[in-house]
DNA sequence: CGATGTACCATCACAACACATGGAACAAGT
DNA sequence: ACTTGTTCCATGTGTTGTGATGGTACATCG
């Protein structure tokens, strides 16, 4: 389990790592109950911040790759494999498109698409 | 039919235009018919660029609320008043939180679906 | 020629946000 | 004591989009 980071790449340095982790499962070189390295042993290894690896172990955790087990570490998930081929953000994208489509479609400014957006994230904080 | 615009309400300045031609037309001081002022002799008595007249005329033309004439000028629209009432932005407010809603209900975090709209944005372009 | 709306070129300031970084602290179990 | 994941504080950089500005040009009709 070798993982390289290319700070030139544009693509976020969390979302590199959790292509990485995803495809590792994929290819079966991570297996169910496997151990992860720590997030801090992770941080030194790759010469990252620890926020960076916990917030790339926190999404494939939402996502059921892997699992956190406080204490005792972080392991692949039972279902990972099952799970690693879920893109949850291609179904958010197909929603959005039609949403959008339909938007566009009634004649409503990109602009004002964007503020309508903008005030519906902000006033469903909670 | 005055209109004045204030530069220190956070409002932008081409929809407090807006605001103020769909209340007069609400409140029966402009009718269908009517005249507006032309876009450069409005700018000119409110102190304003053309194109910030230019693009309320434009919003306000397309919800049918105003006719653009060409040379001969611009006019409010026969259904001014029944179309002013209709909230174009309200239905896609509806819609945008009803979308999100089901996002957050998933686990979606506020970063991806704003990451994921903006792509939307940009990839439907045409 | 003058006026209409419209289209294109461009610039600037301002705000919101993403990404990444750093430090400090916590509860839980060995 | 030590390490686990997690959560709070914070800063900085870069991108993106808005709002507003200015100039120039066009076809159309009087």
Redesign the interface.
Known sequence: MEIIIDIDDPTPLFSQLIEQIKNAVIAGKLNPGDALPSIRQLANDLELNSKTIAKAYR?LE?DAVIQAKGYRGTFVHPDAQKNCTID??E???E???K??????D?????S???I??S???N??KN
Chains 1, 2 share one sequence.
């Open positions: 999404l939402r949850l953000n179904w958010v994208n929603q959005l498109n949403t959008i489509a339909s938007f566009r009634a004649g409503v400014t990109d004002e698409i964007r309508a957006f005030n519906a994230m006033n469903q």
